[in-house]
């Protein structure tokens, strides 16, 4: 069994940290957790990994001379302005530094707290950073439920049969918390008019995703196996991406253009796959009348254990309001893996580069609140969402932030969780 699915003493669930806000009920980054993530903090730009409400300096904690081995030079890959070169390491190497730091933080160390508190910076008191600029993006589209519910009763044959994606925008891939300019475009004034204007997006929606960046994993020709993809995951976030209905709905002859590519935002913290370990469940089968699994994504163990169970939430808030709930679903219910989607991105012998970003498209189940985006809740003859104040939505309106949490739960382990995908709608700029 390899790194990625084994469990280890770093998912001890008694673990304790001597960092007490790790060890708080609700916290995403318990010490089970450790995700990597870029951080700014005195106008230096640098790797560090989320504990509790603090960050561990690993630029630091390399100066203090007490990893060594290939944990020291995990480390030392994480020290720079990009996560690029630690994910370049050997998932061993990455795998060491975990189990180091797990060890270094863990309650019984606390003779070393003198030296290891000098390493640990408050989350508040830095500014998080895009953890690598991807080389590429692929969104796929891995819900049948999205699918089903976006224009046709059941998905096409190709839905079923191969994980469809759009090649992404990845220049605009964005952290969170960047604010989220309403884009200028063309779209039909509406449906069947024949009217077409150029100016601010009326339909402005958002897509719950799930995503993963990648390890560097094959050459150009070269296909990859789904065991081998599975190698090539180096660890997940999650993804807002951002859809501009109107322009989408009105362009897309070949394919989503300008109504994605304006901004897709994702959580800062890469959790790895081998904090995910215990969270791993079977594959979803495939029921009567679906077609088979095709050679290429096959795989024992990835149907034995290539899924998630991970929940993930959205919460909209308008101007001046506190956040409420409009969606519920969980990775359980995606059509595709994500071994699967890194296989067929490869099929045809297209190579894929260390730090290249996929997402899972729209997680959607088949229960009315995992309906992951507001064209699935709001659009067709559908109540708009209500907010507090009495305001409704159908589409994302100035003003308005979008919240997707995620939390990776199972009985007898501790929960983790990614840290906060957010976005805030600005006002399109002004129409030339």
């Known amino acids: 069994m390899t790194t990625e699915f084994a469990l280890n003493v770093t998912h001890d669930p008694a ?66 302005a990009t996560l690029a070169p630690l994910l370049d390491c050997a998932p061993a190497a990455v795998s060491a530094l975990r189990a180091a730091l797990s060890a270094l933080f863990c309650e019984s160390n606390a003779g070393q707290r003198a030296v290891l508190e000098a390493v640990l910076l408050p989350l508040s008191e830095v500014s998080l950073r895009l953890p690598v600029r991807p080389p590429a993006f692929t969104d796929f589209c891995t819900s049948y439920d999205h699918i089903a519910r976006m224009g046709r009763k059941t998905p096409g044959l190709a839905a079923l049969s191969l994980p469809v994606a759009y090649n992404g925008r990845a220049s605009s891939v964005a952290v969170s918390g960047t604010p989220v300019q309403r884009p200028l475009g063309q779209f039909e004034t509406s449906p069947g008019s024949g009217e077409v204007r150029f100016g601010p997006e009326p339909m402005l929606d958002f897509e719950l ?38 322009i989408q709905f009105f362009e897309s002859v070949l394919g989503p253009y300008l109504g994605k590519s304006f901004i897709t935002t994702v959580s800062p913290w890469i959790v790895t796959m081998e904090a995910l370990a215990p969270f791993r469940i079977a594959a979803r089968g495939r029921g009567e009348g679906e077609p088979p699994l095709a050679v290429h994504l096959r795989g024992e163990r990835d149907v034995a254990a290539g899924a998630f169970a991970i929940e993930l939430t959205a919460d909209l808030a308008g101007p001046g309001l506190s956040p409420q709930r409009i969606v519920r679903t969980n990775t359980r219910d995606l059509y595709w893996t994500l071994a699967q989607m890194v296989t067929h991105q490869t099929s045809n012998g297209a190579p894929i580069e260390t730090g290249d970003l996929i997402a899972t498209g729209t997680v959607s189940g088949p229960e009315d609140e995992s309906r992951a985006c507001l064209a699935e809740i709001t659009l067709g003859d559908a109540a708009p969402v209500v907010l507090a104040d009495g305001s409704t939505r159908k589409m994302l309106a100035d003003g308005d932030t979008l919240f997707i949490h995620g939390r990776a739960v199972r009985d007898g382990f501790v929960p983790i969780g990614f840290g906060e995908c957010a976005g805030t709608i600005l006002p399109a700029r002004s129409v030339a």
């Not at 980054?29 to 603090?54: K, M, S, T, Y």
């Open 15 to 80: 673990r304790r940290s001597w960092v007490a806000a790790a060890n708080l009920p609700g916290t995403d980054f318990p010490i089970q957790n450790l995700p990597f993530g870029l951080f700014e903090h005195e106008g230096r730009v640098r790797g560090g990994v989320a504990l509790g409400d603090r960050v561990i300096d690993l630029a630091a904690l390399h100066a203090a001379g007490v990893l060594e081995g290939l944990a020291a030079q995990a480390a030392a890959a994480a020290c720079g």
């Open 209 to 246: 995703e799930f995503g993963a960046w990648l390890r560097g994993g094959n050459a150009l020709g070269q296909a990859l196996t789904v065991e081998e993809a599975e190698q090539a995951l180096f660890g997940c976030c999650l993804v807002n991406d951002w859809s501009a209905r109107g």
